[in-house]
């Protein structure tokens, strides 16, 4: 049950970074530390989401 929760604040989390990134629209004369943060957080977001999405289906196994 824990990695059900887990995996739903990850898809919540996750999908809120992927939202903002993909609704934004984009900096102009941003430095490249700036760009590249954004893009780990991007990165960070999309694994976050990804993880979330495989918890939340994946089926618990059997205690023997």
């Keep these: 049950m824990r990695n059900k929760i887990f995996g739903a604040v990850g898809v919540l989390w996750g999908g809120a970074i992927l939202f903002r990134w993909l609704t934004s ?34 089926k618990p196994s059997k205690l023997p």
């Design 25 to 58: 629209g984009n900096p102009s004369g941003g430095s490249s530390a700036y760009q590249a943060g954004q893009s780990g957080a991007v990165i960070f977001g999309a694994l976050m989401f990804a993880v979330g999405i495989y918890y939340v289906l994946h």
